[in-house]
């Protein structure tokens, strides 16, 4: 995976857990945190398959 996409899912990830833990409150506890994080990361590598899926870059050979 190259950098560039490596971001794309950083954003992603980023943003589905902020949206998560917010409804944690600042009472989260570190496990709920944890598991928040690898969900959301979860999450962003399968929206990122099914944008590869749907519109395959044929140029740099990501499907």
Known sequence: ???GRKRVLLI???ILAARKLAQY???AHVPATICAIA???R???R???E???RWP???SGHN
Do not use: F, L
Request: aromatic residues 4%; proline residues 0%; charged residues 40%.
């Open 1 to 3: 995976m190259d950098e």
């Open 12 to 14: 992603a990830a980023s």
């Open 25 to 27: 409150g600042s009472e």
């Open 39 to 41: 969900d959301s990361i």
């Open 43 to 45: 999450w962003a590598e």
């Open 47 to 49: 929206i990122m398959q």
């Open 51 to 53: 944008i590869d899926r």
């Open 57 to 59: 870059d044929i140029r």
